[in-house]
């Protein structure tokens, strides 16, 4: 599979679309994202972006973060675009692996084989449901009832320079995430290669890299806790 590479132009237009549609007022703490954001192939490949404009990397000591990945190194077949978590077809399919950056330009890996059950939470920054969602995974944190076995990665995707809460790399600081995040393309490709439709976008993944379950939109922490719990842990 070789993951279409949109040009400048449609990189542009595709993020705009996001920041429209995506996480436009809705009353299920989601909104979807247009057709045109979601582009899947059939054949297994490995994938590569086009490097888009980004800010100084910390690696280089300049204390300026990355903003987004240049490119991301992905093998494996794109997952279906999410559209209904009951009877969703990517269940059990191995999830691609995508190899990005992140805020201070180190490598980060999402999808492959884990020591436990993994959650990506894709995030936009000017998205008020994400703005919802983060503080009750950390409300989760600090009432340390997050199950010990579950790692958890957070995608920032789809940054807008001119939206709110712009940087994201600022921005995630100042919402206390604390766990890894890859930041995607200015594409959101990353995004894109995870069936994503809406925002937020959760996709669990078994020690073994295969899709355990998928949702899009903000919850409660319980509704949060309950739904980690009955996908990958029993009592």
């Not at 299920?28 to 954001?37: N, S």
């Not at 600090?142 to 921005?171: K, M, Y």
């Not at 594409?187 to 069936?195: S, V």
Request: charged residues 20%.
């Amino acid at each position: 599979m070789t993951f279409a590479k949109p040009s400048r132009l449609a990189a542009i237009m595709l993020t705009t679309g996001l920041a429209v549609a995506a996480c436009g007022a809705s009353d299920t703490g989601t909104g979807a994202a247009p057709d045109a954001a979601t582009e899947n192939a059939s054949d297994e490949t490995t994938s590569e972006t086009a490097a888009p404009s980004e800010t100084a990397a910390s690696a280089d000591g300049s204390g300026a973060a990355l903003e987004f990945s240049a490119s991301l190194d992905t093998t494996g077949d794109a997952l279906v675009p999410f559209e209904n978590p009951s009877g969703d077809p990517a269940v059990g399919v191995t999830a691609p692996m995508i190899v990005g950056q992140q805020f201070d330009g180190t490598d980060i890996t999402i999808g492959g084989p884990t020591d436990g059950p993994t959650m990506l939470v894709f995030l936009a920054h000017w998205c008020p449901h994400c703005n919802d969602e983060i503080p009750e995974i950390v409300e989760l944190r600090d009432a340390e009832s997050l199950p010990d076995a579950l790692n958890i990665i957070g995608i920032s995707t789809a940054a807008v320079p001119d939206r709110d809460n712009f940087p994201p790399s600022q921005w995630i600081l100042d919402k206390d995430w604390t766990w890894p995040v890859l930041a995607d393309t200015e594409a959101a490709d990353a995004f894109q290669t995870y069936g994503g439709t809406g925002f937020p976008y959760t996709v669990m993944l078994d020690s073994d890299g295969s899709v355990i379950a998928r949702k899009s939109g903000n919850e409660s922490a319980d509704q949060i806790l309950d739904w980690i719990v009955g996908n990958t842990f029993t009592a």
